[in-house]
Structures are given as C-alpha cells and as structure tokens.
T-cell receptor, first 111, second 114 residues
Framework: AQSVTQLGSHVSVSEGALVLLRCNYS??????LFWYVQYPNQGLQLLLK??????LVKGINGFEAEFKKSETSFHLTKPSAHMSDAAEYFC?????????FGTGTRLTIIP | GAGVSQTPSNKVTEKGKYVELRCDPI?????LYWYRQSLGQGPEFLIY????????DSGLPNDRFFAVRPEGSVSTLKIQRTERGDSAVYLC????????????FGEGSRLTVL
C-alpha cells in the first residue's frame, strides 16, 4: 500500500521567512502526490498536485513542491511566509481513486 | 450548491445511540468519499462511491458503520451503537472521479459520543 510520512507535526517560521514542509512517500508505482491545506474552521482544499508531468509543481498562494524520485520526497516550499499561511498542511498519495493522507503539519507564522 | 455540504456540523450523542451524517456533493460529481479525522491525525479513508455503488469500502472500521448513496448524489453515513472511540470529524469529499483529479471537501461533521 502507498503511504506518506510528514516530518514535523509543528513548524514555526517568521513572517517573510522560507517555509519548508517535508513529505516522504512510499509507493511501488509512480505516485500521484498532493498537498492539501486546512484553514481553521474550513474544509481541506487542494494546494497543488504532481501527476508525473513536470517535477516542480506550482500551486496556489505562492506554494510549490518538487518531486524527487531519488529521495522519495515531495516537500512543500514557499519563499516568503505570510500571516495568512497559518494552517494545517497535509501531504497525500493517490492509490487508484482514493487518497491516503499523512498526519499533517501545523504551520505557525511568527510576526 | 457551490460546494460540498455536510450536516449536521456538530452532533453530540450518547454511547449506544444511532447516528446519521449527511453529505450533499457538488452537482455533477460522480465520485463521493467519506473520511474520518481524529484529533491530531490526518484524514483516514472510510468508503468511496462511484455513482450509486460503493466502489471501495475497505476503510470502514467494522459493521457498525454503513453508508449509502441511493440516487448517486446525496450520501448518508450511518453509525450504529456508537462508541466513545467513534468521536471524530467525519469529512465528505466529491470529485469528477478521475484518478488524478482534485477532491473537494466539505467542512465536516464533528461527532462527539459521550
């Protein structure tokens, strides 16, 4: 079965600093990978997805992620954090038509 | 509606009671999913419908949990003889049913079993 592991359940960065949220996957076939974000009191929404096209994927709100097969990683980055980025972020892998999620990383932005 | 709608948003019940949670997906979406999210955890897959049929119910924890989607649109998740361990946020999502497609999530139904 496919799975993802998110390193760090909590990450704090200063406003304007680089955001790096880590995700490693385990898959026996080329995976489809996703990052979802959950703002307080809102449903999960898609940030970006990798579907075997370009390895560098750009998403909404200035986020991007790079698929690295050699490292089995799909880390999420943003060059400059904004207060509005405070949320919980989930990495997910697609197995057929269903998604398997990681345990999430809560991002806190320090003013 | 514009998004996935889930009702109720909050449900408090007593151990042993029966509970129904409703999901109204985005119009035209053929695929519907139920997930469960416990505190501090990521969403955990329960069941997936393609149209009216359950294409994959491998995530249902036991036979107390059952879900239906009789007309291929609205779905109801049913939990019998609730236990305290069933307390969680139950998330519904819908999609166009394509493997690489995006899932659109509702805000969830928070179930508390006392």
């Amino acid at each position: 079965a496919q799975s993802v592991t998110q390193l760090g359940s909590h990450v704090s960065v200063s406003e304007g600093a680089l955001v790096l949220l880590r995700c490693n996957y385990s898959s026996s076939v080329p995976p489809y990978l996703f990052w979802y974000v959950q703002y307080p009191n809102q449903g999960l929404q898609l940030l970006l997805k990798y579907t075997s096209a370009a390895t560098l994927v750009k998403g909404i709100n200035g986020f991007e992620a790079e698929f690295k097969k050699s490292e089995t990683s799909f880390h999420l980055t943003k060059p400059s954090a904004h207060m509005s980025d405070a949320a919980e972020y989930f990495c997910a892998v697609s197995e057929r038509e269903k998604l398997t999620f990681g345990t999430g990383t809560r991002l806190t932005i320090i003013p | 509606g514009a998004g996935v709608s889930q009702t109720p948003s909050n449900k408090v019940t007593e151990k042993g009671k029966y509970v129904e949670l409703r999901c109204d997906p985005i119009s035209g979406h053929t695929a519907l999913y139920w997930y469960r999210q416990s505190l501090g955890q990521g969403p955990e897959f329960l069941i997936y419908f393609q149209g009216t049929g359950a294409a994959d119910d491998s995530g249902l924890p036991n036979d107390r949990f059952f879900a239906v989607r009789p007309e291929g649109s609205v779905s109801t998740l049913k939990i019998q003889r609730t236990e305290r361990g069933d307390s969680a946020v139950y998330l519904c999502a819908s999609s166009q049913g394509v493997e690489t497609g995006e899932l659109f999530f509702g805000e969830g139904s928070r179930l508390t079993v006392l």
